[in-house]
T-cell receptor, first 111, second 112 residues
Framework: ELKVEQNPLFLSMQEGKNYTIYCNYS?????LYWYRQDPGKSLESLFV?????AVKQEGRLMASLDTKARLSTLHITAAVHDLSATYFC???????????FGAGTILRVKS | DAGITQSPRHKVTETGTPVTLRCHQT?????MYWYRQDPGHGLRLIHY???????DKGEVSDGYSVSRSKTEDFLLTLESATSSQTSVYFC???????????FGPGTRLTVL
């Protein structure tokens, strides 16, 4: 059974600081997705990582995938208040076009 | 934005009553999914569909059934709602080579 663990589950950080959210998963997969959710809203796709060593960047966020370590990271550079949200990673099960989600990381950026 | 709508967006019902949630897409995507979101659990898959009349169970399917008679519509039914089914329900669709899923706006269901 595929399990996906995110840490930390809650992150409070100062504006301008850097931090990393980690996503570990338990079985083989080479497809991983990051989503953002604002309070009371739906999920918005941030990054699609489809192979070992994949790296994607958008603004102050950068995501990477290491399939050998079964680990993805979401790195935040020089955080700003607008990045406050909940971030989810999701891993594609090897068969069946199904995603397993982590519990989510609540990010609060304080000014 | 992917063309996905959910109805109703909010519903309050009583224990023991049947409830049907609807997901409608205009993208002609093959795959459709129903998730529930509860604090501390992320999103958990209830049921999914890989084509018209083709459905399968997800992680938390007990107490739920689904139907898909047309490509664009995926219905989730709670035959007899219980308080443990109070949750936010999201529909998602997928149909690209990257298997990326796109989410609807959600339905907040409260079972009293």
């Amino acid at each position: 059974e595929l399990k996906v663990e995110q840490n930390p589950l809650f992150l409070s950080m100062q504006e301008g600081k850097n931090y990393t959210i980690y996503c570990n998963y338990s079985t083989t997969s080479d497809r991983l997705y990051w989503y953002r959710q604002d309070p009371g809203k739906s999920l918005e796709s941030l990054f699609v990582l489809l192979s070992n060593g994949a790296v994607k960047q958008e603004g102050r966020l950068m995501a990477s995938l290491d399939t050998k370590a079964r680990l993805s990271t979401l790195h935040i550079t020089a955080a700003v208040h607008d990045l406050s949200a909940t971030y989810f990673c999701a891993v594609d099960m090897e068969y069946g076009n199904k995603l397993v989600f982590g519990a989510g990381t609540i990010l609060r950026v304080k000014s | 934005d992917a063309g996905i709508t959910q109805s109703p967006r909010h519903k309050v019902t009583e224990t023991g009553t049947p409830v049907t949630l609807r997901c409608h897409q205009t993208e002609n995507h093959r795959y459709m999914y129903w998730y529930r979101q509860d604090p501390g659990h992320g999103l958990r898959l209830i049921h999914y569909s890989y084509g018209v009349k083709d459905t399968d169970k997800g992680e938390v399917s007990d107490g739920y059934s689904v139907s898909r008679s047309k490509t664009e519509d995926f219905l989730l039914t709670l035959e007899s709602a219980t308080s443990s089914q109070t949750s936010v329900y999201f529909c998602a669709i997928s149909g690209t080579s990257q298997n990326e899923q796109f989410f609807g706006p959600g339905t907040r269901l409260t079972v009293l």
